[in-house]
């Protein structure tokens, strides 16, 4: 469902627990990508094969406790209209996990217990812990 078009440029990221890699049509989110010329594509949760681009990575600071976060395996999918983050990806590269509440979500270090990014609930789904502001501050 989150890849089908509800907004055609919506700079949130969404946690998706389905996600295999972390996905954007944003090209300015990378700290370094690769061209992709592999014929794979990204299937959506209706099957739809949406086209690569590119893969690479980003990271950003935590604004709220001095942690690199990254996100290896960034996929670059022009069509796609949500940026989704892979939730398993995300937690096993970042040694974190995600608490999921009524209105709130937090991104939370499994070591030192603290909350390193916070998002909210809107329309149904938890979004904006990741906005792609974030991802133009050089590391």
């Known amino acids: 469902m989150l890849g089908v078009p509800s907004s055609v440029d919506d700079p949130l990221w969404y946690p998706d627990n389905g996600a295999t890699h972390h996905t954007t049509n944003n090209s300015s989110a990378y700290t370094n990508k690769n061209s992709y010329?592999?014929?794979n594509t990204?299937?959506?949760?209706?099957?739809t094969g949406l086209k690569i681009s590119a893969i690479g990575y980003s990271r950003t600071r935590s604004s709220t406790f001095n942690k690199t976060i990254v996100l290896k395996d960034l996929v670059h999918v022009p069509a796609i209209t949500k940026s989704l983050i892979s939730v398993s990806k995300f937690c096993h590269d970042n040694n974190v996990f995600f608490e999921f509440h009524s209105n709130t979500c937090y991104v939370v270090h499994q070591v030192t217990k603290r909350v390193l990014l916070q998002g909210i609930l809107k329309d149904g789904l938890y979004i904006s812990f990741l906005p792609y502001n974030l991802f133009l501050i050089s590391l």
Do not use: L, P, Q
């Open 37 to 39: 010329d592999d014929t």
């Open 42 to 47: 990204r299937k959506m949760g209706n099957v």
